[in-house]
């Protein structure tokens, strides 16, 4: 069974960082395209950022342009999300997805909360 797996979220300061993993199980990353959504309580879903099968070519929300990056490691079936110089309005659970043509897999979600 498809499935993937986030981790890596808690508690940070703001200022501070985190890095999202995702793991996948049950097929190959490796041929998806990746994306990370967050949602914040009260809001809609919003992409976060997203990277094609090979690795190239990563976007972002401008909202986290220059704090976050996206990255996979396909040997490893994982898409990781580095989130640094973290502010309260990153607060959010963040969601992993994997898509490829009409096929399209979602984590379960990991919280991020940024607070002093």
């Known amino acids: 069974q498809a499935q993937l797996v986030e981790s890596g979220g808690g508690l940070v300061r703001p200022g501070g960082s985190l890095r999202l993993s995702c793991a996948a199980s049950?097929?190959?990353?490796?041929?998806?395209?990746m994306y990370w959504y967050r949602q914040a309580p009260g809001k809609e879903r919003e992409l976060v950022a997203g990277?094609?099968?090979?690795?190239?070519?990563?976007n972002y929300a401008d909202s986290v342009k220059g704090r976050f990056t996206i990255s996979r490691d396909n040997a490893k079936n994982t898409v990781y999300l580095q989130m640094n110089s973290l502010k309260p309005e990153d607060t959010a659970v963040y969601y992993c997805?994997?898509?490829?043509?009409?096929?399209?897999?979602w984590g379960q979600g990991t919280q991020v909360t940024v607070s002093a």
């Open positions: 990277i094609t099968s090979a690795g190239s070519s990563p």
């Open positions: 049950g097929f190959t990353l490796s041929s998806y395209t």
């Open positions: 997805n994997a898509r490829r043509v009409v096929w399209s897999y």
